[in-house]
């Protein structure tokens, strides 16, 4: 009774806070791995059962948040649990759990240094997550946004290498330049916008619905929040991801196919459905500029894929990729192309953390990083390469696997909004998908191993090897029982009239 | 006790300034506490009167008790209120950090009057900011730039020298500048009590068209410009800065141009009324907001490829102290909020840049950005400071300088100049550049590079480093200073 009194008004304080605490016992066990890394485990597990019983809490109906400091009149830090958040919330904090597991094999197979700092600015990144997952105003997910930017540095110039110096530049350069040129004036024009009583809240529906600012200034402040965004992916804003593949595979893995690219995706739709409102962007037209450039990001981001040789970026340009469905489904305005978007979040996360997983796997165990390297891989490592191929079937968007759903719904809200160009968007883009996942998967299953090599099976160590068997059989179940995470998105794009 | 405060702010401070130099003689163990308990008296007197003068209570007292036209007068508001608590803090903060420092820095014999002439610039800033005479502004300011060229001219190097040299000849024309536009004021008025000046303004609106009132004003702020290093007046600014003892540095660097950028903001409200600005000569306010954006935009552009730390912040204040004047020049309630949070706010961060780069010359002799790899290995506390100061420097949310720049963006927002907006981002985006360009060396050093900072400093230096670094955390989450702001504003008369 008391933690539910407690998690009514500081629940995503106290899911926030968890993450913090674990930091210092991190810092604190830096002398001692074990400790260190069972810290580590445990305040995933404890962050990711306080969503749950957040979610919980809010499917009964539980309005939970409050406000934390009020910087300036209709700007404060505050928090408050609603459908996109908590979904959000779920994916980021769940998956930690198993990139903890999947990290402690890794890490050590690889006798990298520096890991207490590693772990510490993983506990942090979670934190921002969730403090932006239930973030109830615009300013407090910039906040979180810009944490989440500047914790992931370390991780991303982890090696300290020349190449990790040059990456982890143009990673910083690219989000916080973006954040600082186009979402901050965005913050100052949808704030104006209010007139005599500013504010920056999420309210389902928009919050400028009924703004009296011109259509010239809110037209410019979506297309400016959105170009801040820039931890979405979308062309041409993009070539951060590519370069942040320096980090270690855990890295790339849970921040740059989940955390922080979902952050911005996560953003945009926020942008979409609680600031502006559909009604509000059918009216003003712009959202018609981000279908073109999600759609032209799908196939382009696809086509580049397609000519790398090396496994991580060829896996991060799928990314960029799939990022723009989800931009795709908030842009087409369509409740069912919404909840697709949304929806999307959720299921890419799990198969792309799976690929990484399988890439990352494939390095520690052989030291392979080319998609020309992997002949025979599938006889040597065959749990980990279903579990690539599960991942691929998933991107591709067939059955039995998770994304096949939001891909289904995405079809739908195309011809509800009778934009049939984007239709062939999807299909040019599934064979493009298909043309460069399925060649790997050949590769490894049918392909001999090449003369001189060792054939016996030889797996990563089996943290790995755990961590991308739980995504891939989450990828599948999810195929099978998507409703926990398609009854949120309906809630967020009020597919079945279930607006929250 | 509270009656007699403002003028016990200005003396306390200055009689501890003429006893030190002969107490020294006495017993040398005596400048220290004195100098610190002289300081801590302001600093309390200040605060104290801050909190009193909330909810439009100004305080006014006449010096000897002659009637106000007569005599001297002093007036605390919300809006000097502010600033003298910055002086006050700024410089107990200063002589509590500088122990260290100047025992590096400067031979004994100068020591005892080095505290000297610090109190008595201490005396000067406060004097400017508290008086409510016009001429006795004047000689406040006379006082403040005296004992600054000392206190530049101590440095160790001979270009100190030079640099305290150049800023007396410029400073001196700075001082003329205003004197002959108090001249011109009074021979139209014939008045020195801003009160009584103002009340003339707002009686008579056809003062503004006189040509002597506005060559007054034009001296006046051109004057004012080159004190407060205003671009492209900052010339004597980045030498002075740099080559400086690194204690003056942290307290003329966190206080002198923001003192006279207050003095502008005095001069606008209290003595020639706002009018002056909108009907009287637009084309001063036209000027002075260009070149508050070419001080904005080029200030931290020159900062990115400087190599001495101390003329990084030099040239970043440069860019500072032009959004103090934006904020003024937008006359409008949150442009003003902006402008007059950041003098608290750039004291906070500047000051613990400072503290920063004075121990930094504790420690390696000189201030090279270069020397500072590795400071997080060697000293975590001092490389935090940096890093919260920094991050309130590029308007991080959560900082301080985020809401400076938020109420300015916004004020240029409500009153149409939509080119600020862009102006300011540009500035935070450059500020970025340099400030990430510390940090990596701070905390991303290659490991095989061996830290020349050896160790941390002691406390006495630490501490002061971290109260400023927290206060840009403070100001930036908890929102006093807006609140200070606003009371500020509603005593100048802007309406809310």
Not at chain 1, 55 to 78: C, K, M, W
Not at chain 1, 233 to 249: D, I, K, N, R
């Amino acid at each position: 009774m008391i933690l539910a009194i407690d998690l009514i008004t500081h629940g995503p304080l106290l899911s926030i806070g968890i993450c913090l605490v674990g930091l210092l016992g991190i810092v604190a066990a830096r002398k001692a791995p074990n400790v260190r890394e069972g810290i580590s485990l445990t305040t995933a597990i404890a962050n990711f059962v306080i969503v749950l019983l957040l979610h919980a809490r809010f499917r009964a109906g539980a309005d939970i948040g409050g406000t934390l400091v009020e910087i300036v009149p209709g700007v404060s830090l505050a928090f408050r649990v609603d459908a996109l958040g908590i979904l959000f919330a779920l994916v980021a904090s769940g998956l930690w759990i198993v990139n903890t597991l999947y990290s402690i094999g890794y890490m050590r197979a690889h006798h990298e240094p520096r890991q207490t700092r590693f772990y510490s600015c993983f506990a942090i990144a979670i934190a921002a997550c969730m403090g932006a997952a239930f973030s109830s105003n615009l300013f407090s997910m910039f906040a979180f946004y810009e944490l989440l930017t500047i914790c992931t540095y370390p991780l991303v110039i982890h090696a300290e290498t020349p190449e990790a110096r040059a990456g982890a530049k143009r990673y910083v350069t690219y989000l916080l330049g973006a954040s600082i040129c186009f979402l901050l004036p965005a913050l100052f024009l949808i704030w104006s916008a209010g007139g005599s009583n500013p504010t920056l809240d999420f309210v389902s529906g928009g919050l400028l619905a009924g703004s009296e600012a011109s259509h010239m200034t809110l037209g410019a402040a979506f297309l400016l929040a959105v170009a801040g965004l820039a931890k979405c992916g979308v062309m041409p804003f993009h070539s951060w991801l590519p370069a942040a593949m320096v980090a270690p595979t855990p890295v790339s893995a849970l921040l740059h196919a989940v955390a922080v690219v979902k952050m911005g995706v996560f953003g945009v739709c926020r942008i979409v459905f609680y600031v502006f409102g559909v009604d509000l962007l059918a009216e003003l037209g712009v959202a018609d500029v981000l279908v073109v450039a999600a759609c032209f990001t799908i196939v382009v981001a696809s086509l580049v894929a397609l000519v790398q040789d090396n496994l991580k970026r060829r896996l991060a340009y799928s990314t960029i990729s799939q990022l723009s469905y989800i931009l795709l489904g908030a842009a087409l305005l369509a409740p069912a192309a919404g909840l697709a978007g949304v929806a999307h979040i959720g299921f890419h996360a799990v198969s792309k953390i799976t690929l990484f997983f399988a890439a990352g796997a494939i390095y520690v165990a052989l030291h392979k990083t080319k998609v020309s390297e992997l002949d025979g891989v599938g006889r040597r490592m065959p749990i980990t390469m279903t579990a690539f191929a599960i991942g691929s079937l998933s991107m591709i968007g067939l059955p039995p696997a998770a994304a096949a759903v939001s891909k289904w719904y995405l079809v739908e809200g195309a011809i509800d909004a009778g934009r049939f160009a984007v239709l062939v968007v999807i299909v040019i883009s599934a064979l493009l998908n298909a043309a460069y996942f399925l060649p790997i998967v050949w590769r490894a299953f049918f392909n001999p191993v090449p003369e001189g090599e060792e054939s016996g099976r030889h797996e990563a160590p089996w943290p790995c090897v755990a961590a991308l068997s739980i995504t891939a059989l989450l990828t599948v179940g999810l195929f099978f029982w998507p409703d926990i995470i398609v009854d949120l998105a309906a809630q967020v794009a009020g597919y079945g009239g279930g607006a929250d | 006790m509270l009656q007699h405060l403002p003028v016990l702010t200005i003396m306390v401070p200055m009689f501890a300034g003429l006893l030190v130099p002969l107490l020294a003689r006495v017993h040398a163990g005596i400048v220290r506490p004195l100098t610190i308990g002289a300081l801590g008296f302001s600093c309390f007197a200040a605060i104290h009167m801050l909190l009193h003068v909330q909810g439009g209570h100004p305080i006014e007292y006449a010096m000897g008790g002659w009637p106000i036209p007569t005599g001297i007068g002093y007036r605390v508001d919300g809006l000097n209120a502010m600033v003298l608590v910055m002086i006050a803090v700024i410089g107990l903060l200063t002589a509590l950090w500088m122990r260290r420092s100047i025992e590096d820095e400067l031979p004994a014999a100068a020591r005892p009057g080095y505290h000297a002439v610090l109190l008595l610039a201490c005396t000067g800033f406060l004097g400017i900011t508290i008086t409510a005479d016009i001429f006795n502004l004047y000689v406040f300011l006379e006082i403040a730039s005296i004992t600054s060229y000392v206190l530049i001219a101590m440095g160790r190097r001979r270009q100190a020298l030079y640099a305290g040299y150049s800023y007396l000849i410029v400073g001196s024309i700075g001082a003329t500048f205003i004197l002959l536009g108090i001249g011109h004021l009074y021979m139209r008025t014939g008045s020195l009590a801003m009160a009584d000046i103002l009340a003339q303004f707002q009686a008579n609106p056809d003062l503004y068209g006189m040509s002597d009132v506005r060559m007054a004003f034009a001296f006046l702020v051109v004057g004012l410009a080159i004190k407060m290093a205003l671009f492209p007046l900052h010339g004597w600014q980045p030498g002075a800065y740099t080559h400086a003892p690194s204690a003056s540095s942290l307290f003329i660097a966190a206080t002198s141009t923001k003192v006279s950028a207050y003095a502008l903001y005095r001069i606008v409200f209290s003595v020639f009324g706002t009018e002056v600005l909108v009907s009287g000569l637009p084309p001063v306010r036209d000027a002075l907001l260009a070149m508050a954006c070419a001080a904005i935009v080029l200030g931290p552009l020159i900062a990115i490829s400087q190599g001495d730390l101390k003329r990084l912040l030099a040239y970043s204040s440069v860019g500072q102290i032009g959004y103090i004047v934006l904020g003024l020049m937008l006359l409008d309630e949150r442009g003003l909020t902006g402008g007059i949070i950041h003098f608290w706010n750039h004291a906070a961060a500047k000051g613990a840049l400072f503290c920063v780069a004075g121990a930094l010359v504790l420690r390696t002799g000189a201030a090279r950005v270069d020397d500072l790899a590795g400071l997080g290995r060697r000293a975590p506390w001092t490389a935090s400071a940096v890093t919260v100061a920094g991050c309130s420097m590029v308007g991080v949310p959560l900082t301080a300088g985020f809401l400076s720049k938020w109420y300015l963006a916004t004020g240029a927002l409500a009153t149409d100049r939509l080119y600020v907006v862009p102006v300011l981002l540009a500035s935070s985006g450059l500020t970025a550049v340099y400030v990430w360009r510390i940090l990596q060396k701070v905390w991303f050093a290659p490991a095989d590079v061996e830290p020349r900072v050896g160790a941390e400093v002691p406390w006495s230096m630490r501490l002061p480093t971290l109260v400023l670094a927290a206060a840009c955390l403070v100001f930036g989450i908890a929102p006093w200073s807006v609140e200070f702001a606003r009371d500020a504003i509603a005593a100048l008369g802007i309406a809310p």
